[in-house]
């Protein structure tokens, strides 16, 4: 109910604001391509040699996905981690394989191949703290090159309104009157656009990316704590609860529940 309710709410705040846009300004007075243009694109390239070419490009593929949050964790993929576990308890470390290859979590797949492949423990702490750590670095890259946009836009905006200013003192020399006003409208929307785009879209957006990071972190922990059970041939039930915990916090006690209400398919 929520994956279809969520993109639906946001449809039709779309759309509200649409309707509003359109009734605010029917004449489209508001609607000024340069100004606009000298705004995202401006903010575009200064965030590319503030940062890099690579990373602001990677961080807006990777945006669409961080924005929509951690995916929540499904039945399907709890009970083939603990059929993992059951029969890595239970020594069939053959069936245990074949069964991990079956997660569709990187790191939930890697750690319990390692596990199973009789890694020992400090190597495989090693491997958890460098894969949390990597996500925190990508996490927090993200986030200052949203922050970077954030803080180029009203600039490029302030930009605009002086080019458009000046583009009005020659036209008042040159007593083009017809002109002025189409400078004074580049100034000032140049400036609506960066505040808007600062404050109501790139701002938002950080703020997004923050939670998001921490509950990616979040989970990247629990994971690590899971396959810190697996290694040491925890009940599944151990691991249950741990998944189960998580979920409750991160998607209510709803979503919890009804995987505690799942028939369990652990037991070989």
């Known amino acids: 109910m929520k994956k279809i309710l969520v ?8 759309a509200a ?3 509003l846009a359109l009734w605010a300004d029917p004449g489209g007075r508001y609607v000024n391509l340069p100004g606009l243009l000298l705004v995202t ?3 575009l390239l200064a965030s590319m040699l503030a940062h890099s070419r690579r990373g602001v490009f990677e961080m807006l593929g990777r945006l669409p ?4 949050g951690r995916r929540a964790a499904d039945r ?7 059929r993992v576990a059951e029969w890595h ?3 069939r470390m053959q069936i245990a394989e074949q069964t991990a290859k079956k997660l569709r979590d990187p790191i939930l797949r890697g750690g319990a191949e390692m596990v199973i492949g009789r890694t020992p423990e ?3 702490g090693r491997m958890l703290s460098w894969k949390i750590g990597a996500q925190r670095e990508r996490d927090q890259d993200d986030i200052k090159i949203v922050l970077t946009m954030a803080g180029f836009a009203p600039a490029l905006g302030m930009l605009g309104t002086l080019i458009g200013l000046i583009e009005m003192m020659y036209a008042l020399d040159a007593n083009q009157m017809a002109h002025i006003g189409t400078a004074m409208g580049f100034a000032l929307l140049s400036t609506v656009y960066g505040l808007v785009a600062a404050n109501l879209v790139l701002k938002p957006i950080a703020v997004r990316l923050e939670d998001t990071a921490r509950e990616q972190l979040a989970w990247r922990h629990v994971q690590a704590e899971i396959l810190r059970l697996l290694h040491e041939r925890g009940h599944p039930s151990l691991i249950r609860d741990y998944w189960q915990a998580f979920q409750e916090r991160s998607t ?3 979503s919890a529940q009804a995987l505690e209400l799942a028939p369990s398919k652990s037991s070989p």
């Open 252 to 254: 209510g006690p709803e």
């Open 89 to 91: 308890r239970l020594g």
């Open 122 to 124: 400090a190597e495989l």
């Open 65 to 68: 996905a961080k924005l929509k």
């Open 41 to 43: 694109l401006g903010t």
């Open 17 to 19: 604001l649409g309707v």
């Open 76 to 82: 399907e993929e709890l009970e083939t981690l603990l």
């Open 7 to 14: 993109p639906t709410i946001g449809g039709l705040v779309l």
